[in-house]
């Protein structure tokens, strides 16, 4: 099991900007797809963006595209989501997670295809 660790949430005005992390530990993610999903009060958790093993498919939902950007650096076991034009309905809590499967050229958007989860991190956008 690899332990995930996000940061970078915070309060922050519509049409700001932040960075999320996700740092991993116990192991490495290395050879997995990560991503990030986000839950808002009431819903289910949903696909915000994954990037696979390699870094050469990135993967966004429609509702982020153009807005939110993914990253992963394998020698630092690190994850990263930099989040800008935010906008209230982005309110939620973030978690970064692994896919199951090693070596996958895109990423998964259903929950149950991941195996390691973060606590996540909260992120609200009010003025």
């Known amino acids: 099991q690899i332990y995930l660790t996000e940061s970078g949430g915070e309060l922050v005005q519509p049409g700001g900007s932040l960075r999320l992390s996700c740092a991993g530990s116990?192991?490495?993610?290395?050879?997995?797809?990560m991503a990030w999903f986000r839950q808002a009060p009431g819903k289910g958790r949903e696909f915000v963006a994954g990037?696979?093993?390699?870094?050469?498919?990135?993967d966004y939902a429609d509702s982020v595209k153009g807005r939110v950007t993914i990253s992963r650096d394998n020698t630092k076991n690190t994850v990263w989501l930099q989040m800008n034009n935010l906008k209230p309905e982005d309110t939620a809590v973030y978690y970064c997670?692994?896919?199951?499967?090693?070596?996958?050229?895109?990423?998964?958007?259903?929950?149950?295809?991941?195996?390691?989860w973060g606590q996540g991190t909260q992120v609200t956008v009010s003025s």
């Open positions: 990037i696979n093993w390699k870094s050469t498919t990135t």
């Open positions: 116990g192991g490495t993610f290395a050879s997995y797809t």
């Open positions: 997670a692994k896919d199951r499967t090693p070596w996958e050229v895109v990423s998964p958007t259903t929950p149950a295809d991941y195996d390691d």
